[in-house]
């Protein structure tokens, strides 16, 4: 679910079921979600209009992503042993997401 806080009261704006299990909200960032599906990578999703949702990007990671940071149009993401992992928000997906 995602509410709409901006009238100062909860306010549904995505409430129906994606069967979207086992995974971790990351953090925002310009309008986008990034969410953690359970050791496989990070979706971005588009988030501008909640109503309506879209997977813009993943970014593959090995290992358990446990941290994510971001620095003007670059997101990092760092996946335990696996070092650290780069997104741009301004690039391309590199591998779509239908």
Same mark, same amino acid.
């Given at each position: 679910?995602?509410? @709409? +806080?901006?009238? *100062?009261?909860?306010?549904? !704006? +995505?409430?129906?079921?994606? *069967? !979207?299990?086992?995974? =971790?909200?990351?953090?925002? *960032? =310009?309008?986008?979600?990034?969410?953690?599906?359970?050791? @496989?990578?990070?979706?971005?999703?588009?988030?501008?209009?909640? !109503? =309506?949702?879209?997977?813009?990007?993943? +970014?593959?990671?090995?290992?358990?992503?446990?941290?994510? =940071?971001?620095?003007? @149009? @670059?997101?990092?993401?760092?996946?335990?042993?696996?070092?650290?992992?780069?997104?741009? +928000?301004?690039?391309?997906?590199?591998?779509?997401?239908?």
């Amino acid at each position: 679910m995602i509410y @709409d +806080l901006s009238n *100062k009261h909860l306010c549904h !704006a +995505l409430r129906p079921a994606h *069967k !979207a299990y086992n995974l =971790q909200i990351m953090g925002a *960032k =310009q309008g986008r979600l990034f969410l953690n599906l359970s050791g @496989d990578g990070i979706l971005a999703v588009d988030v501008s209009n909640p !109503a =309506q949702p879209t997977g813009v990007n993943f +970014l593959r990671t090995l290992g358990w992503a446990n941290t994510m =940071q971001a620095f003007g @149009d @670059d997101l990092y993401v760092a996946s335990g042993y696996f070092g650290l992992n780069h997104m741009s +928000l301004t690039a391309p997906a590199a591998m779509p997401v239908n």
